[in-house]
C-alpha cells in the first residue's frame, strides 16, 4: 500500500517568514495530493492541492510543488501569519480511488 | 459547497456501552463513507470505508465486530463504537468522496469520544 512520510513533525517560524514542509510518497499510482489545515479540535480542511500532471500550484501565499520522479511534494507558505499555526498534513491517492494516505503531520507555530 | 454533518460533537460514555456516531451528507450523496480515527497529536488513520448498500471494508487490524459501520442510504452512515473501553477514546471523523474523481474530501465535524 501507499506510504506517506511528512517532515518536520514541527516547525516554528517568525511571523513574515515561510514555511515548508515536505513529503514523500511510495505508490507511483498516486497521481492526488491534497494539503489540509486542521486547528485543534476541528475538522481538516482542504487548503491546496495538486494533481500529478501538474509541477506547480499557486493560491496566494500557499503554494505547493510535485517532482513525481522524485516521488516528493512540498508545502510553501510565505509572509507567514499567527493564523497559519496550525496542523497540516499531506495526503496522497490515486484520483480515482477512494482512500487517502495521510502524513504523520506538521506543527507548525508562527511566532508574533 | 458538499456538506457533512457529524454528530454528536462530543460524547462521554461508560466503559461497556456502546456509542452511535452519525454522519449526514447535507446536499448532496455520499455513495462512499470514509471514517477516521485520530488519536492526540497524531495522524488521521482510516478505519474502514463504507458504501451505500453493501458491507464496510475494514482497514487491517480494525475489528469490525467493534466498529459497526451501516450505510444504508446515500446521506447516512454510521458508526457505532461496541463495549466502549478507554482506550477506545479517540476523535472519530468521517469523510464523504464528492462526485466522480473528486478534489479532496468534505469532512464531517469529528466526534470527540471519552470513554470513563
Known amino acids: 500500500g501507499e506510504n506517506v512520510e511528512q517532515h518536520p513533525s514541527t516547525l516554528s517560524v517568525q511571523e513574515g517568514d515561510s514555511a515548508v514542509i515536505k513529503c514523500t510518497y511510495s505508490?507511483?499510482?498516486?497521481?492526488?495530493f491534497p494539503w489540509y489545515k486542521q486547528e485543534l479540535g476541528k475538522r481538516p480542511q482542504l487548503i491546496i492541492d495538486?494533481?500529478?500532471?501538474?509541477g506547480e500550484k499557486k493560491d496566494q501565499r500557499i503554494a505547493v510543488t510535485l517532482n513525481k520522479t522524485a516521488k516528493h511534494f512540498s508545502l510553501h507558505i510565505t509572509e507567514t501569519q499567527p493564523e497559519d499555526s496550525a496542523v497540516y498534513f499531506c495526503?496522497?491517492?490515486?484520483?480515482?480511488?477512494?482512500?487517502?494516505?495521510f502524513g504523520d503531520g506538521t506543527t507548525l507555530t508562527v511566532k508574533p | 459547497g458538499a456538506v457533512v454533518s457529524q454528530h454528536p460533537s462530543w460524547v462521554i460514555c461508560k466503559s461497556g456501552t456502546s456509542v452511535k456516531i452519525e454522519c449526514r451528507s447535507l446536499?448532496?450523496?455520499?455513495?462512499?463513507m470514509f471514517w477516521y480515527r485520530q488519536f492526540p497529536k497524531q495522524s488521521l488513520m482510516l478505519m474502514a470505508t463504507?458504501?451505500?448498500?453493501?458491507?464496510?471494508?475494514?482497514e487491517q487490524g480494525v475489528e469490525k465486530d467493534k466498529f459497526l459501520i451501516n450505510h444504508a442510504s446515500l446521506t447516512l452512515s454510521t458508526l457505532t463504537v461496541t463495549s466502549a473501553h478507554p482506550e477506545d477514546s479517540s476523535f472519530y471523523i468521517c469523510?464523504?468522496?464528492?462526485?466522480?474523481?473528486?478534489?479532496?474530501?468534505?469532512f464531517g465535524s469529528g466526534t470527540r469520544l471519552t470513554v470513563v
Open positions: 505508490d507511483s499510482a498516486s497521481n492526488y
Open positions: 469523510s464523504a468522496r464528492v462526485g466522480q474523481g473528486g478534489y479532496g474530501y468534505t
Open positions: 446536499d448532496f450523496q455520499a455513495t462512499t
Open positions: 495526503a496522497a491517492r490515486g484520483w480515482d480511488a477512494g482512500k487517502s494516505t
Open positions: 463504507s458504501n451505500e448498500g453493501s458491507k464496510a471494508t475494514y
Open positions: 495538486i494533481r500529478s500532471n501538474v
